[in-house]
């Protein structure tokens, strides 16, 4: 019974700081109510900036800005001949040069897209994955996943189709035919692997050069190196925000992979 009173009596002494304060600040305009003028953009945001980035670490300028017919894009695929666009519901080809070549209406927004080494596309759809024939009329369902499952990126191979899905955080090992081979990256203290941490919709996977699986493992900072068994081989991560690690809370949100087997991350 002691104990109930000295705890009411601590949130008690608490709530009114709270308030005392809440009034200071009305007071002087730092909270809504009549009169306050509040700025958005106000406040002492030092210790979030950022360093300029050294000019000697800029490997790439601006080419070209294309435009596409979309109000929300939301994925893009490199195939042989063409560029692939998807936002809103639909997927606009775009030639090499940036010129449309034609659209295609989907029933839901994709959320990730793939090229196959036979040039097949792969579209990724809340928990659905659909192919793109490779007349570029007609678009068929592929595969369904569980109710759970929140598809946020896909790598495929001549013979190995790689599902992250965000919802069920485990990265899905298909056959090109549709079979399920197995599951990467699921928690596995015995082994110590504590498993993918997703915090977010944010979940990358990519193909290196050398043949392995990469994927984000976002909440832990990091990028991770698979066989397609599942094995973990290594990792690279770091909390800084610096080029040599990553920031904030879970990043980083997608990852692009080179011909030369260089990485090119992006930041959220």
């Not at 024939?133 to 495929?156: G, Y």
């Amino acid at each position: 019974m002691k104990d109930s009173l000295n705890t009411a009596k601590y949130v008690f002494i608490a709530l009114a700081v709270m308030l005392v304060l809440a009034g200071y600040l009305a007071k002087q305009g730092k909270l809504g109510g009549p009169g306050a003028k509040i700025d958005p953009f106000e406040g002492d945001f030092e210790m979030f900036q950022l360093q300029p980035t050294d000019p000697a670490l800029i490997g790439y300028n601006e080419a070209k800005q294309l435009k596409v017919n979309l109000s929300n894009l939301t994925a893009l695929a490199v195939g042989q001949d063409n560029l692939f666009v998807a936002g809103d519901s639909a997927i606009v080809i775009l030639s090499e040069m940036g010129n449309e070549i034609t659209s295609l209406s989907l029933k839901k927004p994709a959320t990730c897209l793939a090229i196959s080494p036979d040039n097949q596309l792969f579209v990724g759809s809340k928990n659905k994955i659909h192919i793109l024939t490779q007349d570029r009329l007609q678009i068929s369902e592929w595969l369904m996943l569980d109710s759970n499952a929140e598809i946020t990126s896909l790598a495929v191979t001549d013979s190995d189709v790689f599902i992250a899905d965000a919802g069920n955080r485990v990265v899905w090992r298909y056959t090109t035919k549709g079979e399920l081979i197995g599951r990467i990256g699921e928690r596995d203290l015995e082994k110590g692997h504590p498993g993918f941490i997703i915090p977010s919709p944010y979940f990358d996977v990519a193909i290196g050069h050398e043949g392995l699986l990469w994927a984000v493992n976002s909440g832990r900072l990091a990028l991770e190196n698979y066989n397609f068994d599942g094995k973990l081989r290594s990792s690279w991560e770091g909390t800084t925000t610096g080029i040599e690690g990553f920031c904030g809370c879970c990043n980083p949100s997608h990852m692009a992979i080179l011909s030369d087997g260089s990485f090119v991350t992006s930041e959220k």
